[in-house]
C-alpha cells in the first residue's frame, strides 16, 4: 500500500509566514494556500520549498490572476478550494476547504465537508494561530490536523 498524498493546507497569510514554513512542508505533496496571501512574496517562497502550489484569491489579494475557486480531485475526492465559505452546499464537491474566517473548522454539513486551516495571522474567537496537514489516502479516506503555530 502506498503512502498517502499529503497536503499542507493554509490560509490567511497577511503579508507573514510562518518561521517554520520549511519544517511545517517537510514531506508533504502539495501546498494549498486558501486566500489573503496579500504580498506576492509569501506565494514565491511557498513556490520555493517544491511542492506544487495551488493558491486561490481572497477578499485583501489583488492580483486578479489567482482564481477564486479551484476545483480539484485527488484519489478519487471531489475538492473545492475557495477563500470565503460559500452560503450554500455546493453540488458535485466532497470537501469544501476555505479561509477567510480566521477559525479552524472541521464539519460535516448536508454531505459535505467543510474544512479551514484557521490562520497564520490574526486569529479569531479564541483560536490559536495555524495551518492544517491533509492526508488523502489511496482508497480517498481523509485525514485532516490542525497544526498550531508558535
Known sequence: MSS???????ADTHDHSPGNIEALAEGADEIWHLGDVCSPAILETLEQIGPPVTVVRGNCDSNVEWPLIV?????????RLVHIPPDRTPENIDVVLHGHT????????????????GCVTRPNRGAPASVASLE???????????????
Open 102 to 117: 480566521h477559525v479552524p473548522r472541521h464539519e460535516r454539513r448536508e454531505g459535505v465537508l467543510f474544512l479551514n486551516p
Open 4 to 10: 498517502p498524498l499529503r497536503i499542507l493546507v493554509l
Open 71 to 79: 476545483d480539484l480531485k485527488r484519489n478519487g475526492v471531489r475538492f
Open 136 to 150: 488523502i489516502a489511496r482508497d480517498g479516506k481523509l485525514s485532516w490536523r490542525t497544526i498550531q503555530l508558535r
